[in-house]
């Protein structure tokens, strides 16, 4: 069982930048895919980035591509999304998410068996 919780969103201007955090519980943290994705009003929850078990390789959307870095530390058992050049269309809650290796597409938001409660960014124009 791993429990995930995010932090760090708010409300910021287009242009700016949020960092947001998210908090595994649990020893296996290394063993785990992690992503993070967004749900923004009346859309479904769309992929933003995942970076694998080590860290050592990436995925992004390409609308995020350029602007947004995940990165993770396993001593801390703790995966970070750095958003820079924010723009009013990344507003949305932003879930991090956790995922057993070998069990699908990383950018799916069905292979992941575990979910943060999510937390809110908001850019203004």
């Known amino acids: 069982q791993v429990q995930l919780v995010e932090s760090g969103g708010g409300l910021v201007q287009a242009g700016g930048s949020l960092r947001l955090s998210c908090a595994a519980s649990?020893?296996?943290?290394?063993?785990?895919?992690m992503g993070w994705f967004r749900q923004a009003p009346g859309k479904e929850r769309e992929f933003v980035a995942t970076?694998?078990?080590?860290?050592?390789?990436?995925n992004y959307a390409d609308s995020v591509k350029g602007r947004f870095t995940i990165s993770r530390d396993n001593a801390k058992n703790t995966v970070y999304l750095q958003m820079n050049s924010l723009k009013p269309e990344d507003t949305a809650v932003y879930y991090c998410?956790?995922?057993?290796?070998?069990?699908?597409?990383?950018?799916?938001?069905?292979?992941?068996?575990?979910w943060g409660q999510g937390t809110q960014v908001t850019v203004s124009s």
């Open positions: 649990g020893r296996t943290f290394s063993s785990y895919f």
């Open positions: 970076t694998s078990t080590s860290g050592g390789s990436s």
């Open positions: 998410a956790a995922k057993r290796a070998f069990s699908g597409a990383a950018t799916t938001p069905g292979n992941y068996d575990y």
